[in-house]
């Protein structure tokens, strides 16, 4: 069975720019979430849904950040305008038990 | 609210020693707790989870947590370490029902293993 799939693996942009990262979770699970990862704040949830409903953005940072599932097999999370703060490495992951399965993430390098 | 608390940013072990990772944790409802595993470059990798039940929890690649209420507690131990050990590891924290997945994670310890 595959996986949870992101893309793109890597993205280099400059400030100010658009970002789309994507996510494909493993059929069937009904939850998908989106979390950070950062030396300074380490992992941390920005946000998740149930059946494709945001359930809890708190951990989102700021209005730049929005994430939308259209449906059951696809996610993503977009950041505009980008700044450089918002380096690192994003991952999805997806669960139907409450087990996390995680993606290999997409890492963001904003110049 | 919860939080967790690893201490030992890098543990470093020799091949065929005993592996002990702490972690402790602070939840104001009954806690989830699970270990996962980060090799470079990759996702992370569940290890293993307590839910309910039976304090002691065997995972994968040998590994196993104990429970412990008492002490707020949830150490990743394995008898006899290997080269492939080698990465970084997460343990977690969430509350049950409709916030299972919902992972409080710690700052990770990486764990370095010498021949």
């Known amino acids: 069975d595959a996986g949870v799939i992101q893309s793109p693996r890597h993205e280099v942009t400059e400030m100010g720019q658009e970002v789309t990262l994507r996510c494909k979770p493993i059929?069937?699970?009904?939850?998908l979430f989106w979390y950070r990862q950062t030396m300074m704040r380490g992992l941390e949830l920005l946000i998740y849904f149930n059946n494709n409903v945001p359930i809890d953005d708190s951990g989102m940072p700021e209005d730049r950040f929005s994430a939308k599932m259209p449906n059951a097999s696809f996610s993503t999370l977009k950041i505009q305008p980008s700044e450089p703060r918002d380096s690192a490495v994003y991952f999805c992951a997806s669960s139907t038990t409450g087990e996390l399965f995680f993606g290999e993430g997409s890492r963001l390098t904003v110049l | 609210a919860q939080s967790v608390t690893q201490l030992g940013s890098h543990v470093s072990v020799s091949e065929g020693a005993l592996v002990l990772l702490r972690c402790n944790y602070s939840?104001?409802?009954?806690?989830?707790l699970f270990w996962y595993v980060q090799y470079p470059n990759q996702g992370l990798q569940l290890l293993l989870k307590y839910t309910t039940g039976a304090t002691l929890v065997k995972g994968i690649n040998g590994f196993e947590a104990e429970f412990k209420k008492s002490e707020t507690s949830f150490h990743l131990t394995k008898p006899s370490a290997h080269m492939s050990d080698a990465a970084e590891y997460f343990c977690?924290?969430?509350?049950?029902?409709?916030?299972?997945?919902?992972?409080?994670f710690g700052q990770g310890t990486i764990l370095t293993v010498h021949p």
């Open positions: 059929s069937g699970h009904n939850s």
């Open positions: 977690a924290v969430s509350g049950g029902g409709t916030s299972y997945g919902k992972l409080t």
């Open positions: 939840s104001s409802v009954p806690p989830y």
